[in-house]
């Protein structure tokens, strides 16, 4: 594919993803309570964990070297990265369910990649919320680390990225062995759980584990260091995983969907 | 020119098989056992472009399978097929852009939307310019009748104008070939009548190739001209509507509730009375040999009518009797 029609391409998916968003966010708004709700009992929610860590570091100045400012960016970028996963690829923590059910055939029967399809078809506009905690606790970084704002966005980027590919690569388990909801709800859990704590609590196998197979590292701990310090290296090695994980998430989607069974459970689309 | 061309199609779904019970459940975890089912076993057909036909069987024949592979949706375990010239499960997103579906069971409209908005997506799914679809979208619209409720959720609308823009919305892109499995199911009788009437129409105006799976004997009657039906994966008739009709649906069930009940031997030639309890009959006629005329009014002279049905036989009545005549 020539340049142009590369380009082409990327700026039609760019445009179908943001089609879908809009028509998520459309069908959303038809009720307005449930809407407003959602959003802001998340962004209160979210608070409210980084109020916990600013009464721990009340009392300690810092956790192996991390100040309650590398808190905040890692807050920053979970919710923001997490918010946007689950807003604008909201089918990707339900993908075991849809595959085992067999409701992949809609996508299946349309011009588009399946996968993406599937995965912006629904959005969980609790995510909006999460997306705005990140917005307010970059500001609460402060003007000096207000240089430190694109990155933190990029980053952010990235981590979706990161977030949905994950969840794809453990929902794709459900094309071998049917029924994998739950274990890929866990490692999901697993993943975030790891990404809200700070980097030095954890040490040897547990720090391997976060930069391999629960990426937490790519996805919170490397940004956190980049509002320390820039560093390129680190920021293409980011972006570099994020790709990785993009790549990986569609070679497992289109190996396990040669063994997709279908299925006959009666479907709406909501 | 041929829309549709299967061979040998084969699909085999590996069953795990698990023994009863607990202890059953247990002996599964640490040693699974699975078996083959040949879900379509060899079927071979071809379609020819603007022809209506039905792919009729009973649950588990492997109707949906073969639709299934058809459109791309599974892969085949063998056997080889093309739709307007592509592999499905090769082509499958070139293919998209050539075929509509419309499941029964599964809608494509967003639930909380209105019809328009499902419309208006479908259209930036498959890269449709505007100057294309909204003329295209309009005479849906009228020739659907859609315009009531364009703007209502489809969470408001009844089934029937449900099935109606369903049936809009896979048309939307001018498809070639149109898949419908079970595009009736839980309908009443007018908007049953209704989708049959369209999609005869678009097959006529357009020249759209339909295969159509049903339960239901008049979407068969009414729609197609052609019929293939289907038995534990075997194409087992290959035949016209007319000529299924002459030699396979020569019966109709009749169930009537008189005002009085019915004294002594009913005695209507070609009809066999199955049950009898005070005024409700349910009767067999044989309507190769009697008329409905006839055995209506036998029925006035036993007294008056308050509630009649009358029924065609089952997919899996024609069944029984193409297998009783030994094809």
């Given at each position: 594919?020539?340049?142009?029609?590369?380009?082409?391409?990327?700026?039609?998916?760019?445009?179908?993803?943001?089609?879908?968003?809009?028509?998520?966010?459309?069908?959303?708004?038809?009720?307005?309570?449930?809407?407003?709700?959602?959003?802001?009992?998340?962004?209160?929610?979210?608070?409210?964990?980084?109020?916990?860590?600013?009464?721990?570091?009340?009392?300690?100045?810092?956790?192996?070297?991390?100040?309650?400012?590398?808190?905040?960016?890692?807050?920053?970028?979970?919710?923001?990265?997490?918010?946007?996963?689950?807003?604008?690829?909201?089918?990707?923590?339900?993908?075991?369910?849809?595959?085992?059910?067999?409701?992949?055939?809609?996508?299946?029967?349309?011009?588009?990649?399946?996968?993406?399809?599937?995965?912006?078809?629904?959005?969980?506009?609790?995510?909006?919320?999460?997306?705005?905690?990140?917005?307010?606790?970059?500001?609460?970084?402060?003007?000096?680390?207000?240089?430190?704002?694109?990155?933190?966005?990029?980053?952010?980027?990235?981590?979706?990225?990161?977030?949905?590919?994950?969840?794809?690569?453990?929902?794709?388990?459900?094309?071998?062995?049917?029924?994998?909801?739950?274990?890929?709800?866990?490692?999901?859990?697993?993943?975030?759980?790891?990404?809200?704590?700070?980097?030095?609590?954890?040490?040897?196998?547990?720090?391997?584990?976060?930069?391999?197979?629960?990426?937490?590292?790519?996805?919170?701990?490397?940004?956190?260091?980049?509002?320390?310090?820039?560093?390129?290296?680190?920021?293409?090695?980011?972006?570099?995983?994020?790709?990785?994980?993009?790549?990986?998430?569609?070679?497992?989607?289109?190996?396990?969907?040669?063994?997709?069974?279908?299925?006959?459970?009666?479907?709406?689309?909501? | 020119?041929?829309?549709?061309?299967?061979?040998?199609?084969?699909?085999?779904?590996?069953?795990?098989?698990?023994?009863?019970?607990?202890?059953?459940?247990?002996?599964?975890?640490?040693?699974?056992?699975?078996?083959?089912?040949?879900?379509?076993?060899?079927?071979?057909f071809?379609?020819?472009?603007?022809?209506?036909?039905a792919f009729i069987g009973p649950?588990?024949a492997g109707k949906?399978?073969?639709?299934?592979?058809?459109?791309?949706?599974?892969?085949?375990?063998?056997?080889?097929?093309?739709?307007?010239?592509?592999?499905?499960?090769?082509?499958?997103?070139?293919?998209?852009?050539?075929?509509?579906?419309?499941?029964?069971?599964?809608?494509?409209?967003?639930?909380?939307?209105?019809?328009?908005?499902?419309?208006?997506?479908?259209?930036?799914?498959?890269?449709?310019?505007?100057?294309?679809?909204?003329?295209?979208?309009?005479?849906?619209?009228?020739?659907?009748?859609?315009?009531?409720?364009?703007?209502?959720?489809?969470?408001?609308?009844?089934?029937?104008?449900?099935?109606?823009?369903?049936?809009?919305?896979?048309?939307?892109?001018?498809?070639?070939?149109?898949?419908?499995?079970?595009?009736?199911?839980?309908?009443?009788?007018?908007?049953?009548?209704?989708?049959?009437?369209?999609?005869?129409?678009?097959?006529?105006?357009?020249?759209?190739?339909?295969?159509?799976t049903?339960?239901?004997?008049?979407?068969i009657?009414?729609?197609?001209?052609r019929v293939m039906v289907i038995n534990?994966?075997h194409l087992v008739l290959d035949t016209?509507?007319?000529?299924l009709?002459?030699?396979f649906?020569?019966?109709?069930?009749?169930?009537?509730?008189?005002?009085?009940?019915?004294?002594?031997?009913?005695?209507?030639?070609?009809?066999?009375?199955?049950?009898?309890?005070?005024?409700?009959?349910?009767?067999?006629?044989?309507?190769?040999?009697?008329?409905?005329?006839?055995?209506?009014?036998?029925?006035?002279?036993?007294?008056?009518?308050?509630?009649?049905?009358?029924?065609?036989?089952?997919t899996e009545?024609i069944i029984?009797e193409i297998y009783?005549?030994?094809r």
């Amino acid at each position: 594919m020539s340049t142009a029609g590369r380009t082409g391409a990327v700026t039609s998916q760019v445009r179908f993803v943001w089609e879908h968003f809009k028509f998520n966010l459309a069908a959303a708004m038809e009720y307005k309570a449930g809407f407003v709700s959602q959003v802001v009992f998340m962004l209160l929610n979210d608070m409210f964990l980084l109020f916990f860590w600013w009464i721990v570091f009340r009392r300690v100045s810092s956790i192996g070297g991390w100040t309650f400012q590398h808190v905040i960016a890692m807050h920053a970028t979970l919710a923001t990265s997490f918010g946007i996963s689950v807003a604008v690829f909201g089918n990707s923590q339900g993908l075991p369910r849809i595959i085992a059910e067999g409701q992949l055939d809609y996508y299946l029967l349309l011009p588009r990649d399946p996968l993406l399809h599937v995965l912006v078809s629904r959005s969980d506009i609790s995510g909006l919320g999460d997306v705005a905690f990140g917005i307010v606790a970059m500001a609460l970084l402060g003007r000096e680390r207000l240089s430190s704002l694109p990155v933190l966005c990029i980053t952010a980027l990235a981590g979706a990225a990161i977030f949905t590919s994950f969840n794809v690569i453990a929902g794709t388990l459900a094309f071998f062995v049917g029924h994998a909801q739950t274990i890929s709800d866990q490692v999901g859990n697993a993943l975030i759980t790891f990404s809200t704590y700070p980097e030095p609590v954890f040490k040897g196998a547990v720090r391997v584990l976060l930069y391999t197979l629960l990426p937490a590292g790519f996805m919170v701990y490397l940004p956190v260091r980049l509002v320390s310090a820039f560093d390129p290296f680190v920021l293409a090695a980011i972006l570099s995983f994020a790709a990785a994980s993009i790549a990986a998430a569609g070679w497992a989607f289109r190996r396990g969907l040669k063994r997709y069974e279908s299925g006959s459970l009666v479907v709406v689309r909501m | 020119m041929t829309a549709i061309k299967v061979r040998d199609l084969v699909k085999v779904f590996k069953v795990a098989h698990k023994r009863p019970g607990l202890a059953g459940s247990l002996r599964a975890i640490v040693r699974t056992e699975h078996v083959d089912v040949r879900a379509v076993d060899g079927v071979t057909f071809s379609v020819e472009e603007g022809e209506t036909v039905a792919f009729i069987g009973p649950n588990g024949a492997g109707k949906s399978t073969t639709i299934k592979m058809l459109t791309g949706i599974l892969y085949p375990t063998s056997g080889e097929a093309t739709v307007t010239g592509m592999t499905p499960w090769k082509q499958r997103q070139r293919l998209s852009r050539s075929i509509g579906c419309v499941f029964g069971q599964r809608s494509q409209l967003w639930y909380h939307l209105p019809p328009r908005d499902t419309f208006e997506l479908l259209a930036h799914v498959y890269e449709l310019p505007v100057s294309q679809w909204k003329p295209r979208l309009t005479t849906l619209a009228d020739r659907f009748e859609l315009r009531a409720f364009m703007d209502t959720p489809v969470r408001k609308l009844s089934l029937g104008q449900r099935m109606r823009c369903e049936i809009a919305a896979s048309l939307l892109h001018a498809p070639r070939v149109l898949f419908l499995d079970e595009p009736t199911v839980g309908l009443d009788v007018m908007a049953k009548r209704a989708i049959r009437d369209l999609v005869l129409e678009m097959n006529r105006e357009e020249g759209v190739t339909v295969l159509l799976t049903s339960h239901d004997v008049g979407d068969i009657e009414q729609v197609c001209r052609r019929v293939m039906v289907i038995n534990h994966g075997h194409l087992v008739l290959d035949t016209t509507v007319a000529a299924l009709r002459r030699d396979f649906m020569k019966s109709k069930t009749v169930r009537v509730r008189l005002d009085s009940p019915v004294e002594g031997i009913l005695n209507i030639p070609g009809v066999e009375v199955l049950k009898r309890k005070r005024g409700n009959l349910k009767l067999l006629v044989n309507t190769a040999t009697t008329s409905m005329d006839d055995v209506l009014a036998h029925l006035m002279q036993l007294g008056t009518i308050e509630d009649i049905t009358i029924a065609d036989p089952s997919t899996e009545q024609i069944i029984a009797e193409i297998y009783a005549s030994g094809r």
